[in-house]
């Protein structure tokens, strides 16, 4: 892609269309506003004083126009942007995305936005290019019909940002590009069908992806797991003719602060395939469950941000890549297996998979020097039941560390909404004949009780663990947003990381 650093003369930029965010209620033309009208011969005002376009988020108002002089666009679009009070950095990404959408679909491969917020040069680019780049993703990867009525993607996009400096516009594009094709990176992983995304293929992308973007790799295949003593996440693989990965990243930054400072560690659920193993789900609905390895996804697309983007702290990551199967040799509801740091667990139900092999890639990210670990999972339906797709949910050890990671996703657009955790509830996976079982009392509280049984396996770290089930997957398209995958977790993990100066 090309990107435009624009400071003055909006309205002649070299594009073909002209985009400007209207907010809720503007009905007479002010600031850019004021230039398009002129240019358009009291288009915009007529648009601004009707009833069909009103501002609202989303909404959309495209304007054919003759151009003369040094007016270059021959479109202008209007994008809705909502309250004035209410629209931020996250909004501008989401009118960045809905202007891509719109004008792609119009043949348009070029264009600029006036997304008209007072905020850093640099915050608003980033923001801007993030939405433009991840509204161009699209499910259609494996369509061989009708390619060639497939829109084309928008190659130029300018941004333009009164009174700035083209440096700090130009930062900001920069790093917004380095975060939207990481999150189109995660998105890709998570919408690949379960054929042709194994564990070995997760692990072999992990590892391109890293040799290209300057990260240590390591992949432990299930001989050295077994030497590790994990045996609860090689429970959940047994079942499987594909053997499970544990794909570890490393980012080490040039000039640490000291040897004693913080090493963060990101970890992620990477079910490639969930069947439920002998608890088998149900039939219908089963096809979704190829997402089950987004928030491995994301940690690995999050890694691949990091390594781009230098922050000041090191980062591991940790994905612990398994494909949960039924057959003659997968465990069974009553079985009893050691986790790495000896806790034995009796597995009331193998469909409960993704808090077995967490247990041991927490384990391993805190043994590896991690002393800020934040988990990411597609974990519980539950989660779905008590938050929708509104919000992530997330549970932890220490509150300024979970108040710091809700703060991250209030910037990143990514809502997270904390539930308890508690001596009360990890009584509720007390087991009869082991340390712990992998489910709570049926109908009670079941995403707080697979936090809590990851919680076991962490020591001396503070942890934040992050449901994302109900937020990673959109069902239906946004006007900014394609259905499917929504790489959720990438932007807040790239936030917290920066946090560290």
């Known amino acids: 892609m090309k990107s435009l650093a624009i400071t003055a003369n909006f309205i002649e930029a070299n594009v073909e269309a002209l985009a400007i965010v209207i907010f809720k209620g503007e009905k007479s033309p ?11 011969g009291g288009l915009v005002s007529a648009v601004l004083a009707g009833d069909e376009f009103n501002g609202e988020e989303g909404e959309t108002a495209y304007l054919h126009f003759l151009p003369s002089g040094k007016v270059k666009a021959r479109r202008i679009l209007l994008v809705g942007g909502g309250d004035r009070n209410d629209f931020n950095l996250p909004a501008v990404s989401r009118a960045a ?6 004008l792609r679909k119009n043949k348009i491969r070029s264009f600029a936005l006036d997304p008209r917020l007072t905020e850093p040069a640099a915050a608003i680019a980033e923001a801007a290019v993030q939405g ?32 700035a400096k083209p440096a700090e516009i130009k ?29 070995t293929e997760m692990a072999n992308r992990a590892s391109k992806m890293a040799k290209e973007c300057g990260l240590k790799c390591e992949i ?20 499987s003719e594909q053997p499970a990965k544990l794909i570890v990243l490393k980012y080490t930054p040039a000039k640490a602060k000291s040897a004693k400072s913080e090493v963060l560690g990101f970890v992620g659920k ?28 994301a940690v690995i697309g999050a890694m691949r941000a990091i390594a781009l983007l230098k922050p000041n702290v090191p980062v591991i990551g940790v994905v612990a890549a398994v494909e949960n199967m039924p057959d003659g040799n997968a465990s069974r509801p009553s079985d009893v297996v050691t986790a790495m740091n000896g806790k034995t667990i009796e597995i009331l139900n193998t469909d409960a998979e ?16 991690a002393t800020r670990i934040i988990d990411l999972a597609t974990l519980t339906g539950a989660v779905v039941v008590a938050l929708g797709d509104q919000y992530t949910g997330v549970m932890g050890n220490d509150q300024e560390f979970i108040d710091e990671v809700i703060s991250c996703g209030r910037e990143a657009g990514e809502s997270i909404w904390q539930l308890p955790v508690g001596k009360e509830y990890s009584k509720m996976i007390r087991s009869d004949i082991a340390d712990i079982k992998n489910i709570g009392p049926r109908g009670k509280a079941g995403t707080i009780m697979g936090a809590v049984f990851i919680q076991e396996f962490v020591e001396k770290a503070k942890w934040a663990h992050l449901d994302i089930a109900g937020t990673a997957w959109l069902d239906n398209p946004k006007p900014y947003q394609a259905k499917g995958p929504t790489a959720v977790g990438v932007w807040t993990l790239v936030k917290f990381t920066e946090r560290f100066k």
Do not use: C, H, W
């Open 220 to 239: 432990l295949d299930e001989a050295r797991m077994k030497k590790l003593g994990m045996g609860s996440l090689l429970s959940v693989s047994r079942g």
């Open 30 to 40: 002010t600031d850019q506003l004021s230039a398009l009208d002129k240019i358009t």
């Open 354 to 369: 993704g808090r077995l092999i967490l247990a041991d890639a927490v384990a391993y990210a805190e043994k590896q020097g």
């Open 132 to 163: 433009f780049i991840t509204g161009q993703f699209e499910l259609d990867k494996y369509r061989t019909k009708d390619i060639d009525k497939k829109p084309k993607p928008v190659e130029t996009f300018g941004l333009f940002v009164a009174g």
């Open 97 to 102: 995305g809905t202007a891509v959408r719109f």
């Open 171 to 199: 930062a900001g594009l920069e790093r917004g590009q380095i975060i939207g094709e990481s999150m189109n990176f995660t998105r890709d992983l998570a919408n690949e069908p379960p054929n042709i995304l194994t564990p």
């Open 270 to 297: 990477g079910i490639t395939f969930d069947t439920g193993g002998i608890s088998l789900k149900p039939s219908e609905g089963m096809d979704a469950m190829k997402y089950d390895m987004s928030g491995g996804a």
